[in-house]
Nanobody
Framework: QVQLVESGGGLVQAGGSLRLSCAASGRTFRPYAMGWFRQAPGKEREFVSVISRSSGSTNYQDSVKGRFTISRDNAKNTVYLQMNGLKPEDTAVYYC????????????????WGQGTQVTVSS
């Protein structure tokens, strides 16, 4: 059984920060890539960021470059997303994602999904 558990979402004012966490569990689960997608009301789910387990290579959606930072802790099978300078347009449900291919920058390349955590940015 594979499970991705997200935490860290919430309500913040524009310009504020949040840090999302995602812990992957499973007896032998060691995903090649872990990352984040998001889905705003009325919009399709879109890529945010990804990091590889082996090399630590990262990718970011252009709109979050310079504001968001993804990191990992392989010993804990955990990935983090530090979000700074949040904007109202960042409001969405953020989903942790894991997969076995690279690059994992489209939803069709995702093998496992978390249940999502709400991020709301006001004003």
């Amino acid at each position: 059984q594979v499970q991705l558990v997200e935490s860290g979402g919430g309500l913040v004012q524009a310009g504020g920060s949040l840090r999302l966490s995602c812990a992957a569990s499973g007896r032998t689960f060691r995903p090649y890539a872990m990352g984040w997608f998001r889905q705003a009301p009325g919009k399709e789910r879109e890529f945010v960021s990804v990091i590889s387990r082996s090399s630590g290579s990262t990718n970011y959606q252009d709109s979050v470059k310079g504001r968001f930072t993804i990191s990992r802790d392989n010993a804990k099978n955990t990935v983090y997303l530090q979000m700074n300078g949040l904007k109202p347009e960042d409001t969405a449900v953020y989903y942790c994602a894991a997969g076995h291919s690279w690059p994992m920058v489209v939803t069709t390349n995702v093998d496992y999904w978390g249940q999502g955590t709400q991020v709301t940015v006001s004003s």
